[in-house]
C-alpha cells in the first residue's frame, strides 16, 4: 500500500489521486526544462486547481545549432516559446532570471535569489532538476538544481538572508520537493490525461525539436518506461526523486 505518495514496503510511491498542491514552484534551468521533465504532472496540478508558477533560470541564448542565429534572437524567440508552453499547460505566471545559458554556478548570490523566489511565491512544492543526477554534463541542470535545494533552506530559517527579511519577505517552509531526471526515483505520477498536452507543450518550443527525429513518440516512451518501473496501471507516468522534509 501507499499513504499520500510515501512508498510502503518494497513498493514504488504512486502520487494519489486527489493530490493537489495549493500553489506549485517550478525551477528549470532552460526554456523546455520543465515541459520535458515535469509537463504531466504540471498539466494535473493545473487541471484540478492548481496555481503553478515558473522559473526559467537562464535565457536559452546558446541552444542552437544553426550559425546564422543571433544568441539575442535566439533568447527572445525561447521566452516567447516558453510562454506558450506554459499557457498551454495552464501555468499563467513566468519569471525569467536570464542569467547567461551555460554560466550558472551554485553560488551564494543564486541561493539568494532562489531563497527569495521561494518566500516570495510560498510554495506547497517545488520542482526542479536532480542536481545529483550521474553524468549530468549540462552544468546548468546541476547549478540550479543545487541552488534551489539550498535556497529552499535558506528561504525557511530568519537568520538566512536577513536582508530579505527586512525587506518584507517572512521565511517560507516548503516539504515537499519533486526532482525530475532522477537515476532513483521513487514517485510515479499518472499522467495518461496529460501526456497529450505535455507534447502539445513541448511542440511550442519549436527552435528545440524541430532537429530531433521522431520526438512525440520518444516522450510517448518514455512515459511508458517509468509507468512500467512504477507499476502504473494507466500506462504512462512521470518519475521524480521525492524528498518530504519536516
Known amino acids: 500500500m501507499t499513504t499520500r505518495g510515501i512508498p510502503i514496503g518494497d513498493e514504488p510511491a504512486t502520487t494519489p489521486a486527489d493530490f493537489v498542491p495549493r500553489r506549485a514552484l517550478v525551477v528549470a534551468a532552460h526554456p523546455d526544462d520543465a515541459e520535458f ?69 551554485p553560488t551564494l548570490a543564486l541561493r539568494a535569489e532562489c531563497s527569495l523566489l521561494i518566500r516570495r511565491f510560498r510554495p506547497d512544492v517545488i520542482l526542479t532538476h536532480d542536481p545529483w543526477k550521474r553524468y549530468m554534463i549540462h552544468p546548468d541542470h546541476r547549478a540550479i538544481g543545487q541552488a534551489t535545494l539550498d535556497g529552499l533552506v535558506a528561504a525557511r530559517d530568519h537568520l538566512f538572508q536577513p536582508e530579505q527579511l527586512i525587506a518584507g519577505h517572512e521565511p517560507h517552509e516548503t516539504t515537499l520537493v519533486y526532482l525530475w531526471s532522477a537515476d532513483e526515483p521513487d514517485l510515479f505520477v499518472d499522467v495518461a490525461e496529460t501526456i497529450e498536452r505535455k507534447i502539445a507543450a513541448i511542440a511550442c518550443h519549436e527552435s528545440q525539436v524541430q532537429r530531433l527525429p521522431n520526438w512525440p513518440d520518444r516522450i510517448r516512451q518514455r512515459a511508458v518506461d517509468a509507468a512500467r518501473q512504477g507499476r502504473v496501471a494507466s500506462g504512462y507516468a512521470e518519475a521524480f526523486k521525492r524528498l518530504e522534509l519536516f
Open 37 to 105: 521533465g515535469a509537463g504531466g504532472t504540471i498539466a494535473r496540478f493545473t487541471a484540478r486547481g492548481a496555481e503553478v508558477i515558473y522559473v526559467v533560470a537562464t535565457d536559452g541564448s546558446r541552444g542552437s545549432k544553426d550559425r546564422t542565429v543571433s544568441p539575442y534572437g535566439l533568447a527572445e524567440r525561447r521566452e516567447r516559446e516558453q510562454r506558450s508552453a506554459a499557457e498551454t499547460l495552464g501555468v499563467r505566471e513566468v519569471h525569467f532570471l536570464r542569467h547567461g545559458d551555460g554560466t550558472l554556478e
